[in-house]
């Protein structure tokens, strides 16, 4: 079977090496000269919006898929109405406009932080007399890994922030003082079946994500699986999905979901029975699902801006790289190591830890004790 996807980087190229067990082939519509899954199939090499390229990927592909967000819409638009798409191009349009996303949160009863509609500085002004301080200020579209950002602390902060954020259309929202940051992964197939993955806990730094735990067996995982749920059969969903919450005492927040298969998750190669990349192909493909449960106990570490040698990581026990092979750059992820244990509660397992992550450039984190759930308040 053929798969075609929109987008060419590290999500695509492990779709593609979990999609060599299935017998898949694979063709990348990216514009990246160095597009880093080019070598798991062909790389059509333009712009998205070359309609050439858009009726050759149709005709080639059986299904196809987008690895993130931030493929035009019009460009998925117009190779759904091609080609079998998933997830569809409705669930894009929720999924790559915060609004629109928010609102479906709330409209479902899943709690969310305060927030509103700003399109204007006189917008943001009158916003802030009933979302109040602290805030922060995201761009309805575009906006990942902390880009598209301002924090608010303050009447001051407004016309700066406004012109961090381009003038363009944002949402402001308030604050939340969480307990965790956590994310739950599902998968859900054409005829409506859905498996899940245990719950991870994550911790950013910069609005970028650094180190994902995977916690079996969490007391909230319950509470996530029926709000992902929710969401996944409203959209009538078909693919990995991600949603990432706040868990503020005995209560989780939603903060966003995302359409694809997610960096939270990729502690999934090496610790679940089937990776989340191997079961968004199942999905999507039709072919029955995989297992998701873990004999195994699992962080991921990710790699920012710099590798460290191979040689080093792999002195650590029971320690895999991943490198994408992308020019190293401040802020940009080039690559992730995963950890795995079979004994959750061993000391060994915190000090492997620690180790990887003073080794990733993470010494803050790496003083963190992670065998229990930790308890530290901020805001992505």
Not at 57 to 63: S, T
Not at 152 to 156: A, D, P, Q, Y
Not at 275 to 282: G, I, K, M, P, V
């Given at each position: 079977?053929?798969i075609?996807?929109?987008?060419?980087?590290?999500?695509?190229r492990?779709?593609?090496?979990?999609g060599?067990?299935?017998g898949?082939n694979?063709?990348?519509l990216?514009?990246?000269?160095?597009?880093?899954?080019?070598?798991?199939?062909e790389?059509?090499?333009?712009?998205?919006g070359?309609?050439?390229?858009?009726?050759?990927?149709?005709?080639?592909?059986?299904?196809?898929?987008y690895?993130?967000?931030?493929?035009?819409?019009s460009?998925?638009?117009?190779?759904?109405?091609?080609?079998?798409?998933?997830?569809s191009?409705?669930?894009?349009?929720?999924?790559?406009?915060?609004?629109?996303?928010?609102?479906l949160?709330?409209?479902?009863?899943?709690?969310?932080?305060n927030f509103s509609?700003?399109?204007s500085?006189?917008?943001l002004r009158?916003?802030?007399?009933?979302?109040?301080?602290?805030?922060?200020l995201?761009?309805r579209?575009d906006?990942?890994d902390?880009?598209?950002q301002?924090l608010?602390?303050?009447?001051?902060d407004?016309?700066?922030a406004?012109?961090?954020?381009?003038k363009?259309?944002?949402?402001v929202?308030?604050?939340?003082a969480f307990?965790r940051?956590?994310?739950?992964i599902?998968?859900?197939?054409?005829r409506?079946?859905?498996v899940f993955?245990?719950?991870?806990e994550n911790?950013?730094?910069?609005?970028i994500l650094?180190l994902?735990?995977?916690?079996?067996?969490?007391?909230?995982q319950?509470?996530a699986?029926?709000?992902i749920?929710?969401?996944?059969?409203?959209?009538?969903y078909?693919?990995?999905?991600?949603?990432?919450l706040?868990?503020?005492?005995?209560q989780?927040?939603?903060?966003e979901f995302?359409?694809?298969v997610?960096?939270?998750?990729?502690?999934t190669i090496?610790a679940?029975?089937?990776?989340?990349?191997?079961?968004?192909?199942?999905?999507?493909?039709?072919f029955?699902?995989?297992?998701t449960?873990?004999?195994?106990?699992?962080?991921m570490?990710?790699?920012?801006?710099?590798?460290?040698?191979?040689?080093q990581?792999?002195?650590?026990?029971?320690a895999?790289?991943?490198?994408?092979?992308k020019?190293?750059?401040?802020?940009?992820?080039v690559?992730?190591?995963?950890?795995?244990?079979?004994?959750?509660?061993?000391?060994?397992?915190q000090?492997?830890?620690?180790t990887?992550?003073?080794?990733?450039?993470?010494?803050?984190?790496?003083?963190?004790?992670?065998?229990?759930?930790?308890?530290?308040?901020?805001?992505?």
């Open positions: 079977m053929n075609g996807i929109l987008g060419g980087g590290q999500l695509a492990m779709m593609a090496q979990a060599r067990s299935l898949l694979f063709m990348f990216c514009p990246d000269i160095y597009a880093c899954a080019a070598p798991f199939g790389h059509l090499c333009v712009p998205y070359d309609e050439d390229a858009q009726k050759r990927l149709a005709n080639w592909a059986d299904i196809t898929t690895e993130f967000e931030n493929v035009p819409l460009v998925v638009d117009s190779v759904q109405k091609k080609v079998s798409l998933y997830p191009s409705s669930v894009l349009s929720v999924a790559r406009d915060r609004l629109k996303e928010k609102t949160f709330r409209n479902l009863g899943i709690p969310t932080a509609p700003v399109d500085l006189e917008d009158n916003a802030m007399k009933n979302i109040g301080f602290s805030a922060i995201k761009t579209t906006g990942y902390g880009k598209g301002a608010l602390h303050g009447k001051n407004l016309p700066s406004w012109m961090k954020v381009g363009a259309p944002c949402i929202e308030s604050m939340v307990n940051e956590l994310s739950i599902a998968v859900r197939d054409q409506g079946k859905m993955y245990p719950l991870s911790h950013h730094r910069d609005g650094r994902s735990i995977s916690r079996q067996d969490d007391p909230m319950a509470r699986e029926a709000k749920r929710y969401i996944m059969e409203d959209l009538n078909v693919g990995t999905m991600a949603l990432e706040f868990q503020v005492k005995d989780l927040f939603a903060n995302a359409p694809r997610h960096n939270s998750g990729h502690w090496e679940a029975q089937t990776s989340q990349f191997e079961n968004h192909l199942r999905a999507i493909c039709g029955p699902l995989g297992k449960t873990s004999v195994q106990s699992a962080a570490v990710n790699l920012i801006g710099l590798l460290p040698s191979e040689r990581i792999l002195n650590i026990t029971d895999t790289p991943h490198f994408y092979c020019a190293e750059r401040p802020g940009r992820k690559g992730h190591v995963t950890l795995t244990s079979k004994d959750y509660t061993s000391e060994d397992f000090q492997r830890l620690s990887l992550l003073q080794l990733a450039g993470q010494p803050e984190l790496a003083e963190l004790n992670f065998l229990n759930a930790a308890t530290q308040t901020s805001h992505n």
